[in-house]
């Protein structure tokens, strides 16, 4: 267990809908990454916030959005959600100072209908 | 953009066996790779990390090599265990602690042969 959580673990939805996923870094950690793993694309870096701002960007789309809340949790909006965009969907977190050493939430899957 | 290749896909390795998985990167500035391990149905796991000023750094069971001059590194695990099996990750950045993209590689499967 990282000590990472992600809710849901499971989301299915229809095209064109919005979702919202959770995160829960580690107890004192101020980083929060995202990542979107997919069969065809690997895992691909998406954002990062730490201590509630946006830290660095990645291949994220126009149409995600993401935020870190003062309690530190984070949550990843997607909308107007396409097939394509059926994956795996991880959170991490980090440590100040530790950047590189990151531990990963469960994921959430969702698939898009 | 940058990228991050594996040479293998796939590797399979008799137990109590020493394992080395390879990856190519191609961006010259990143200062940190990191190795992952991800097991099936789970999150990718921290294995091992080096910074670009070093060309070894050992763990437990794991060392990690770094060679700039060709762009390549590798994890060797000591003794591979059925444990060991899954996929790894290496991954790529540059300046992390003002904030920058992480790089991640297609990943190598590995399989332990009791």
């Known amino acids: 267990d990282s000590g990472v959580t992600q809710t849901p673990k499971h989301l299915i939805t229809a095209t064109g809908q919005r979702v919202t996923l959770r995160c829960s870094p580690r107890?004192?950690?101020?980083?929060v990454y995202w990542y979107q793993q997919s069969l065809d694309q690997g895992l691909q870096f998406l954002i990062q916030?730490?201590?509630?701002?946006?830290?660095a960007k990645g291949n994220i789309l126009e149409r995600f959005s993401a935020q870190q809340f003062p309690d530190l949790h984070s949550e990843l909006n997607l909308s107007s959600l396409e097939l394509g965009d059926s994956a795996l969907y991880f959170c991490?977190?980090?440590?100040?100072?530790?950047?590189?050493?990151?531990?990963f939430g469960p994921g959430t899957r969702l698939t898009v209908t | 953009g940058e990228s991050v290749g594996l040479h293998l896909p796939t590797l399979s390795v008799q137990e109590g066996d020493n394992s080395i998985i390879n990856c190519a990167y191609s961006?010259?500035?990143?200062?940190?790779f990191i190795w992952y391990k991800q097991e099936s149905g789970k999150g990718p796991q921290f294995i091992i990390d080096?910074?670009?000023?070093?060309d070894k750094r050992q763990g437990q069971r794991v060392t990690v090599l770094l060679n700039k001059t060709v762009k390549h590194l590798s994890l060797q695990i000591a003794a591979t265990q059925p444990g060991d099996s899954a996929v790894y990750f290496c991954?790529?950045?540059?300046?992390?602690?003002?904030?920058?993209?992480?790089?991640f590689g297609t990943g190598t499967s590995l399989t332990v042969i009791p």
């Open positions: 080096i910074r670009s000023n070093m």
């Open positions: 961006n010259s500035a990143s200062d940190y």
């Open positions: 107890s004192g950690d101020l980083s």
């Open positions: 991954a790529e950045t540059s300046q992390p602690h003002t904030g920058n993209q992480f790089y």
């Open positions: 991490a977190s980090s440590m100040t100072g530790l950047p590189y050493e990151q531990y």
């Open positions: 916030y730490y201590n509630g701002e946006e830290r």
